[in-house]
């Protein structure tokens, strides 16, 4: 039997500090010698080896119809380039196996700052309209393996979304 999908367009929104807090921290330059505070990325990394790389996404667009989730540590992302992005996110429900749909949240993330996604954020992207950007990543060196739940949408509600700007 052939399901069809609805298509749900998920507003995306500029990112600010106080917008994203739900979901974890915008980190924006700041000068060099600042000492540590709350406005650096509270990162939790001790469940394993951090791994911090550069991955490089081709043609993403900004549909998409699985959302995933890390409990073991927070992440975090950021163009080079000074290329923006999008990005779709849910609060973490650690008692919850699925996003909550009406808590559901998508943001347009300019290039000279990085987020950090709390541990169990629910989270979709990167996604652009470039041809192709290059992302820092910092996570466990293992996430991706033994802490990569990931929630299907179509499957769970005949739904795939698309971030507009």
């Known amino acids: ?6 298509l749900k367009q ?12 739900p979901y974890g921290q915008v980190i924006f330059p700041s000068k060099d010698g600042k000492n540590f505070d ?16 550069i991955m490089r996404l081709e043609n993403r667009g900004r549909k998409f119809d699985k959302i995933t989730r890390h409990l073991q ?14 990005m779709a996110v849910c609060p973490p429900h650690n008692h919850l196996n699925e ?3 009406a808590q559901m949240s998508a943001f347009r993330i300019p290039g000279n700052c990085f987020i950090k996604l709390n541990q169990g954020t629910w989270h979709a992207g990167p996604y652009f ?16 393996v033994v802490d990569h739940f990931t929630h299907d949408f179509f499957r769970s509600h005949q739904l795939e979304f698309e971030m507009v700007t």
Request: charged share 20%; net charge negative; hydrophobic share 35%.
């Open 129 to 144: 309209d470039h041809e192709v950007v290059d992302f820092y990543n910092l996570e466990l060196a293992d996430t991706n």
């Open 73 to 86: 540590c927070t992440q975090c992302l950021g163009s080079l380039g000074g290329k923006d992005w999008l």
């Open 10 to 21: 998920l507003p995306a929104q500029w990112i600010t500090s106080e917008n994203f807090r």
């Open 38 to 53: 709350g406005e650096d990325a509270q990162l939790n990394l001790e469940n394993g080896t951090p791994r911090f790389y």
């Open 99 to 101: 996003p909550v749909l």
């Open 1 to 6: 039997m052939n399901q069809s999908k609805t």
